[in-house]
């Protein structure tokens, strides 16, 4: 044991503290008791010899134990690192030799330890359960790869969510295992039916749906990419599912990365974000199968979800800005006829990020728009979908502009107020319509909520917005949008001016 713990920290110093910290005798019994009653509450519902009857519990223990593994497993990690920063551990642990790949890596094997060893332990049960029920060894095998990369892209998920969401205080774990088990039960593989087409791409990060089945019906026969039948196969469409996953952790890693040597920066580069947004536009795009309203109304929802995320990604806090600030309003003194603000919106690493959040629209919106001209049919429908995109894509850009000028503020609980106003200036403007407006058809007001892009592709009673509605509503989210960038320079080239002041008589 010595030279066996000798090695270990060799190899990864954290994980050997981890276990130290975590491998208690009372913890094992604890993990063998629980993984132990599992299988025997299995065992006795499993008497009965029938294929099917072993297929169905095979299932059922699939599902929990993922299901444990996932949500308990990061509900741990980032309870962990709370601790570690409420105790002030966590900068010793950034100041030592260790690489961040190395410490990070090493409370992913060792702080879900206790979970790990419940389910190892009842490996050999899941594997009888799936031999009685005549399953393919090799389709058993791509499901336990399939649950490790699972566990490596939500560790992953979690480990950068306790990084930057320190501020949401002991609300963090709990809102992260909500939000996991939400997700989970949204995607809900239905074992006697089929899910609905409005999730289909989901499935591919939700491990249960490549529990593997004694038929070759599996969950996603059928599964295309780009016209590709992946579906066909079900090693081909889970090799697609570990690249799906490859990829998102590696986004994830690279925020990772930086956030854990420089906790203020922000958690992407921009350069960054335009490869994040040309992957995912890629991956979900190619899984819709037909583009029609509801796909594309689906594809806007999860592109929702990509720019909040780049939103919180991509924009500076207000000591980075002012820094930029007083470093343009100096090069702008010494080189009066030069201009390289937008190469540095473009690529800055501490510049605003209304510009990079505006190129990856265009991004997206371009390739939704030639997808639309190709799959629908009428001028008519290409319009109004062509226009719902934009609408939703100037929403975002609102929210970014508003959510830059909110962290711009004074207030030490910025990043809070930040948060929570933009969750209700997304969030309430559709309910409060709803009570006032659910008698009448005042289809204008909906343009400037979330739910704008569907009003447009389903309006009420079958009343397409007129041509002069289409272009006061875009004006006015123009105007919106100017006021917030006008405030925001303003702001910033008063920054500048002061901050270089207050250098030049510090000097």
Same mark, same amino acid.
């Given at each position: @044991?010595?030279?066996?713990?000798?090695?270990? $920290?060799?190899?990864?110093?954290?994980?050997?503290?981890?276990?130290?910290?975590?491998?208690?005798?009372?913890?094992?019994?604890?993990?063998?008791?629980?993984?132990?009653?599992?299988?025997?509450?299995?065992?006795?519902?499993?008497?009965? #010899?029938?294929?099917?009857?072993?297929?169905?519990?095979?299932? =059922?223990?699939?599902?929990?134990?993922?299901?444990?593994?996932?949500?308990?497993?990061?509900?741990?990690?980032? #309870?962990?690192?709370? $601790?570690?920063?409420?105790?002030?551990?966590? #900068?010793?642990?950034?100041?030592?030799?260790?690489?961040?790949?190395?410490?990070?890596?090493?409370? @992913?094997?060792?702080?879900?330890?206790?979970?790990?060893?419940?389910?190892?332990?009842?490996?050999?049960?899941?594997?009888?359960?799936?031999? $009685?029920?005549?399953?393919? =060894?090799?389709?058993?095998?791509?499901?336990?790869?399939?649950?490790?990369?699972?566990?490596?892209?939500?560790?992953?998920?979690?480990?950068?969510?306790?990084?930057?969401?320190?501020?949401?205080?002991?609300?963090?774990?709990?809102?992260?295992?909500?939000?996991?088990?939400?997700?989970?039960?949204?995607?809900?593989?239905?074992?006697?039916?089929?899910?609905?087409?409005?999730?289909?791409?989901?499935?591919?990060?939700?491990?249960?749906?490549?529990?593997?089945?004694?038929? #070759?019906?599996?969950?996603?026969?059928?599964?295309?990419?780009?016209?590709?039948?992946?579906?066909?196969?079900?090693?081909?469409?889970?090799?697609?599912?570990?690249?799906?996953?490859?990829?998102?952790?590696?986004?994830?890693?690279?925020?990772?990365?930086?956030?854990?040597?420089?906790?203020?920066?922000?958690?992407?580069?921009?350069?960054?974000?335009?490869?994040?947004?040309?992957?995912?536009?890629?991956?979900?795009?190619?899984?819709?199968?037909?583009?029609?309203?509801? +796909?594309?109304?689906?594809?806007?929802?999860?592109?929702?979800?990509?720019?909040?995320?780049?939103?919180?990604?991509?924009?500076?806090?207000?000591?980075?800005?002012?820094?930029?600030?007083?470093?343009?309003?100096?090069?702008?003194?010494?080189?009066?006829?030069?201009?390289?603000?937008?190469?540095?919106?473009?690529?800055?690493?501490?510049?605003?990020?209304?510009?990079?959040?505006?190129?990856?629209?265009?991004?997206?919106?371009?390739?939704? +728009?030639?997808?639309?001209?190709?799959?629908?049919?009428?001028?008519?429908?290409?319009?109004?979908?062509?226009?719902?995109?934009?609408? !939703?894509?100037?929403?975002?850009?609102?929210?970014? !502009?508003?959510?830059?000028?909110?962290?711009? @503020?004074?207030?030490?609980?910025?990043?809070?107020?930040?948060?929570?106003?933009?969750?209700?200036?997304?969030?309430?403007?559709?309910?409060?319509?709803?009570?006032?407006?659910?008698?009448?058809?005042?289809?204008?007001?909906?343009?400037? +909520?979330?739910?704008?892009?569907?009003?447009?592709?389903?309006?009420? $009673?079958?009343?397409?917005?007129?041509? @002069?509605?289409?272009?006061?509503?875009?004006?006015?989210? !123009?105007?919106?949008?100017?006021?917030?960038?006008?405030?925001?320079?303003?702001?910033?080239?008063?920054?500048?001016?002061?901050?270089?002041?207050?250098?030049?008589?510090?000097?």
């Amino acid at each position: @044991m010595p030279n066996f713990s000798s090695k270990l $920290n060799e190899l990864n110093p954290q994980f050997l503290r981890e276990l130290k910290g975590r491998l208690k005798p009372r913890t094992l019994l604890l993990a063998i008791i629980i993984s132990f009653i599992a299988q025997v509450i299995f065992i006795e519902q499993a008497t009965i #010899n029938d294929t099917r009857f072993y297929q169905v519990v095979f299932d =059922w223990f699939s599902l929990i134990a993922v299901s444990v593994l996932l949500v308990s497993g990061s509900h741990a990690l980032i #309870n962990d690192i709370a $601790n570690e920063e409420k105790r002030g551990t966590l #900068n010793f642990i950034r100041l030592s030799p260790q690489s961040s790949q190395s410490v990070l890596f090493g409370k @992913m094997l060792g702080v879900p330890i206790f979970w790990y060893i419940v389910i190892l332990l009842a490996i050999p049960f899941h594997l009888w359960l799936g031999i $009685n029920a005549n399953l393919p =060894w090799h389709q058993i095998l791509i499901f336990y790869v399939i649950v490790l990369a699972a566990s490596i892209f939500y560790y992953s998920g979690a480990l950068l969510f306790s990084l930057v969401g320190s501020w949401l205080g002991r609300f963090q774990a709990g809102l992260s295992s909500g939000f996991i088990i939400v997700f989970l039960l949204l995607t809900q593989r239905d074992l006697y039916g089929r899910m609905t087409d409005f999730l289909v791409i989901l499935r591919l990060i939700n491990p249960q749906y490549f529990i593997p089945s004694s038929s #070759n019906n599996f969950s996603l026969v059928g599964f295309r990419w780009f016209g590709l039948p992946l579906g066909n196969n079900f090693a081909i469409v889970a090799g697609f599912s570990l690249l799906v996953y490859s990829i998102g952790t590696y986004f994830i890693w690279q925020s990772i990365e930086r956030c854990y040597h420089a906790p203020h920066a922000t958690m992407l580069s921009k350069k960054q974000s335009y490869f994040l947004t040309t992957s995912f536009t890629a991956i979900t795009l190619g899984c819709v199968n037909s583009l029609n309203k509801e +796909s594309l109304i689906s594809l806007i929802f999860l592109n929702f979800g990509l720019f909040l995320y780049l939103i919180a990604a991509l924009t500076p806090n207000r000591q980075t800005l002012q820094d930029w600030a007083r470093y343009q309003h100096i090069y702008r003194a010494k080189h009066p006829g030069k201009r390289k603000l937008i190469k540095d919106l473009i690529w800055g690493e501490k510049s605003p990020a209304i510009l990079a959040i505006a190129i990856n629209a265009v991004i997206v919106i371009t390739s939704l +728009s030639i997808s639309i001209s190709l799959s629908f049919n009428h001028g008519i429908e290409i319009l109004n979908a062509v226009v719902a995109v934009i609408f !939703a894509f100037s929403l975002l850009l609102i929210y970014a !502009a508003f959510a830059q000028l909110m962290l711009f @503020m004074k207030n030490e609980q910025r990043l809070l107020w930040t948060n929570t106003t933009l969750a209700a200036v997304i969030c309430l403007p559709p309910i409060v319509l709803g009570i006032l407006l659910s008698n009448t058809n005042h289809q204008f007001m909906w343009l400037f +909520s979330i739910v704008g892009p569907a009003i447009i592709l389903w309006p009420p $009673n079958n009343l397409p917005l007129s041509a @002069m509605m289409t272009f006061l509503a875009i004006l006015a989210h !123009a105007t919106i949008l100017g006021l917030l960038l006008f405030q925001t320079k303003r702001l910033l080239q008063k920054a500048g001016e002061s901050a270089t002041k207050a250098l030049l008589t510090e000097a």
